[in-house]
């Protein structure tokens, strides 16, 4: 089993910083892949960041200049950094790690961005 714990949301007012943790723990062999989903309210989950193994990260466009994602890895955790906030970012967070052709889930942390 592998659990993901976030931790880091709340209340942020636009133009403000928040900085997201995510902690894997369990049977962890071999993470490929860390990163980042969000889901608005009454939307969809939509990707938001991804750190790989490589060294490379991926953003979506919306965040890419705002949002760094970085990763711990004897500690098995990832990070996403998140600047310039706007009342757009609001949505639940949430953290996966891929393993083995698997992705484990967290369930998930809320960030509102309002004044």
């Known amino acids: 089993q592998v659990q993901l714990v976030e931790s880091g949301g709340g209340l942020v007012q636009p133009g403000g910083s928040l900085r997201l943790s995510c902690a894997a723990s369990g049977s962890i062999f071999s993470i490929n892949e860390m990163g980042w989903y969000r889901q608005a309210p009454g939307k969809g989950r939509d990707f938001v960041a991804s750190?790989?193994?490589?060294?490379?990260?991926v953003y979506t466009d919306s965040v890419k200049g705002r949002f760094t994602i970085s990763r711990d890895n004897p500690k098995n955790t990832a990070y996403l950094q998140m600047n310039s906030l706007k009342p757009e970012d609001t949505a639940v967070y949430y953290c996966y790690a891929g393993m083995g052709g698997t992705r484990y889930w967290g369930k998930g942390t809320l960030v509102t961005v309002s004044p």
């Open positions: 750190s790989f193994s490589s060294g490379s990260r």
